[in-house]
């Protein structure tokens, strides 16, 4: 029979699952996975200068004096982030395809950018200059560090090789032999052919002593042993690889990635599903794969979550959700956000001048002045909107959890009295709806009208019964953690 005080705690999110007896949720929306619960999930938040067009990409490194840098890249133009405005750092007018985008990375004191339709460019972080062709290195699409190397991936120079990588000399980025030369062989530049039944070069992950290269449908680990061969190159995942080029982040020596199938990780020595039996479903049925190219991932620390922002059917080609996994609890969520991109960036703060030459009044600054946005190196998560970059301060969205369907009293209904919503922090509006049904078969799962908290107790009254119970927690404006629910039931009428 039910015990009649009873509490549900909100368990992981499990869209994959049914909703008859589903062990977690089956809905945590605009909140963020947190501890054993979930917290508020606060809005992209822009401000500052407009870019004066769409971005495709943008990166963010850090100089030799730790002070951070953010570089943008549109289709015809490389951008850099000073102090709020946007300053042009192209070295000529680019031609990057209108579905493609830059990929970036840092080499020391350098930052580098490849959009395939130009060759590389590179420039010194932080100074006041232009960038620089790299004249000598191919058109290529890919761009990482392995060790001591610049390497670039998916090749289109004399002839269109998606499957070859190619590598600068050891210590020298700029530096570019044909590969197979006595230059070449005396400064380790080289290239490594691919397997190319596994598809294109869509991502290098970074490594001191080795890294990996993702392809379509396979990784290879490239370890560094020098000599003529310069890399070992081992390729240990043969069935899934890198489906989404600018899925792939790496969060220590582990690389997350989308697959064709659902999402991964890897360590470089096996491969671990994180969404199967979870999140794979629910995702790949709502993504948008005519834009592939529009998935963006950024990290946020403070959480300890990544996100990855991506298109739905209904977003028109503009990425309108984010999937969020929490890599140190391993849990999901989900969340509203229309964003042009998200990545993973520093913040690169602001001095009381620039604010002025930004704002006529403090009135006018939408971001809370503690927001980390104004503070400089700390790592964060940015994103784009409107082709203004902001981060996410904003206000908190209203969130939904939704339990999945129990059957407290096996052979009999439930008679709900009451429910208490254990929420902390100072929401603006709580409540609860009920789903009750009694067949599984030929009767629609559908919720009454939400209750709200009473004053006194806090509990959501009800008079309600069925067989199989459900609840939705609804939550409007910002709340530290939303724990569970507690139960005030007793048996109902028999069925």
């Known amino acids: 029979m039910l015990i009649e005080d009873a509490k549900i705690l909100f368990g992981e999110w499990l869209p994959d699952r049914p909703f008859l007896d589903n062990p977690g949720l089956v809905e945590a929306k605009n909140v963020i996975p947190v501890d054993d619960n979930y917290k508020d999930f606060l809005a992209l938040s822009v401000d500052g200068a407009t870019l004066p067009a769409a971005p495709n990409s943008a990166f963010a490194a850090i100089d030799n004096n730790g002070d951070p840098e953010i570089y943008v890249g549109t289709t015809t133009n490389l951008y850099e982030d000073l102090g709020g405005t946007w300053t042009a750092r192209s070295a000529a007018t680019y031609a990057a395809p209108s579905n493609g985008y830059w990929s970036f990375a840092q080499f020391d004191n350098y930052v ?6 130009d060759r590389p460019q590179y420039k010194t972080i932080g100074a006041g200059a232009n960038f620089a062709t790299v004249t000598a290195a191919p058109f290529a699409r890919q761009i990482g560090k392995i060790n001591r190397f610049l390497m670039l991936g998916d090749i289109a120079d004399a002839t269109t090789t998606p499957y070859r990588v190619q590598w600068s000399s050891i210590n020298d980025p700029l530096d570019w032999p044909t590969p197979g030369t006595s230059t070449a062989l005396a400064r380790q530049a080289g290239q490594q052919y691919l397997d190319s039944g596994f598809g294109g070069v869509t991502g290098i992950a970074d490594g001191q002593f080795w890294g990996l290269v993702f392809q379509e449908r396979a990784i290879s680990r490239f370890s ?4 003529n061969a310069v890399f070992q190159v081992d390729t240990f995942e043969r069935s899934r690889g890198c489906w989404a080029p600018r899925s792939l982040v790496q969060v220590g020596n582990a690389s997350y990635f989308l697959a064709v199938d659902g999402f991964y990780a890897t360590d470089g020595q096996v491969v671990t599903p994180i969404g199967d039996g979870r999140v794979d479903k629910w995702f790949l049925a709502d993504f948008d794969q005519t834009y592939l190219e529009r998935m963006t991932v950024g990290i946020d620390w403070a959480n300890k979550c990544i996100r990855w922002s991506f298109p739905t059917p209904s977003g028109g080609g503009t990425p309108d959700k984010h999937a969020i996994y929490n890599f140190a609890r391993n849990k999901w969520s989900w969340a509203e956000d229309s964003a042009q991109l998200i990545f993973k960036s520093y913040t690169t703060g602001y001095t009381l001048d620039q604010l002025d030459s930004l704002y006529t009044s403090i009135d006018d600054i939408t971001i809370t002045l503690d927001s980390t946005f104004w503070q400089g190196g700390t790592p964060t998560i940015m994103g784009f909107s409107g082709n203004r970059l902001g981060d996410y301060s904003g206000d908190p969205l209203d969130a ?9 009293n096996a052979f009999g209904r439930t008679f709900l009295r009451g429910i208490q919503p254990l929420v902390t922090g100072d929401p603006t509006t709580v ?9 599984q078969d030929n009767a629609s799962r559908s919720f009454g009208t ?8 806090g509990v959501c009254d009800f008079r309600t019964q069925g067989k199989f119970v459900s609840a939705r927690l609804a939550i409007v404006g910002g709340f530290d953690r939303a724990i569970g629910l507690g139960i005030d039931a007793k048996a109902g009428d028999r069925v």
Do not use: H, N
């Open 112 to 117: 580098f950018a490849t959009d395939y339709a």
């Open 224 to 227: 560094y042993i020098g000599g």
């Open 400 to 408: 939904t959890i939704e339990t999945g369907e129990m059957q407290p």
């Open 431 to 439: 409540t609860v709806a009920i789903a009750t049904r009694d067949l």
């Open 450 to 457: 939400a209750v709200s908290r009473t004053t006194r107790t």
